[in-house]
T-cell receptor, first 113, second 108 residues
Framework: DAGVIQSPRHEVTEMGQEVTLRCKPISGHDYLFWYRQTMMRGLELLIYFNNNVPIDDSGMPEDRFSAKMPNASFSTLKIQPSEPRDSAVYFC???????????FGEGSWLTVV | QKEVEQNSGPLSVPEGAIASLNCTYSDRGSQSFFWYRQYSGKSPELIMFIYSNGDKEDGRFTAQLNKASQYVSLLIRDSQPSDSATYLCAVNPATPIFGAGTRLAVHP
């Protein structure tokens, strides 16, 4: 079975550039989550969707971050403009149901220089 | 504020010993609890979940939940060097909230 698929796996970009991270959840899962992981702050929930609708985006750091889910099989997390402090691993995860196990993608390692 | 607290470690145990990992949470409305393992440079992977008070065993792993005291623990019996990783506790009152993780080192 295909798991959560993320792209790109690694990205190095210059400060001020736009970054777009992509995610394909597990087929049939109705919840999709975007997390950010850093050494200092651990794993932080940025935003989550239910049936393609954003439910809680209170974890999004600021207006430079935006996320969309145009259909059940695709989501994007965009950072514009990017800053060095955005350097982190961004994980997409999905689950079936509200309080069930969430499954993570392999992550997108972002470095902003 | 909803929080999940874990000792960051490192927790160092000899091979073959029992490793005990603990987690406390603040939201009494939490209903589902998870333990994930994360190897360096990899994504978190589920080890166990537990919903009810008491113990749940799966192979060498035992999860323990005490809702009255608001803690959940993970015991790893017969620890192996391959168990060396960071263990993340996750609590789900409404959305999954993760602790910072405990780093476990099993030495031969």
């Amino acid at each position: 079975d295909a798991g959560v698929i993320q792209s790109p796996r690694h990205e190095v970009t210059e400060m001020g550039q736009e970054v777009t991270l992509r995610c394909k959840p597990i087929s049939g899962h109705d919840y999709l989550f975007w997390y950010r992981q850093t050494m200092m702050r651990g794993l932080e929930l940025l935003i989550y969707f239910n049936n393609n609708v954003p439910i809680d985006d209170s974890g999004m750091p600021e207006d430079r971050f935006s996320a969309k889910m145009p259909n059940a099989s695709f989501s994007t997390l965009k950072i514009q403009p990017s800053e060095p402090r955005d350097s982190a691993v961004y994980f997409c995860a999905s689950s079936s149901g509200h309080r069930n196990t969430i499954y993570f993608g392999e992550g997108s390692w972002l470095t902003v220089v | 504020q909803k929080e999940v607290e874990q000792n960051s470690g490192p927790l160092s145990v000899p091979e073959g010993a029992i490793a005990s990992l603990n987690c406390t949470y603040s939201d009494r409305g939490s209903q589902s609890f998870f333990w994930y393992r994360q190897y360096s440079g990899k994504s978190p992977e589920l080890i166990m979940f537990i919903y009810s008070n008491g113990d749940k065993e799966d192979g060498r792993f035992t999860a323990q939940l005490n809702k009255a005291s608001q803690y959940v623990s993970l015991l790893i019996r017969d620890s192996q060097p391959s168990d060396s990783a960071t263990y993340l506790c996750a609590v789900n009152p409404a959305t999954p909230i993760f602790g910072a993780g405990t780093r476990l080192a099993v030495h031969p």
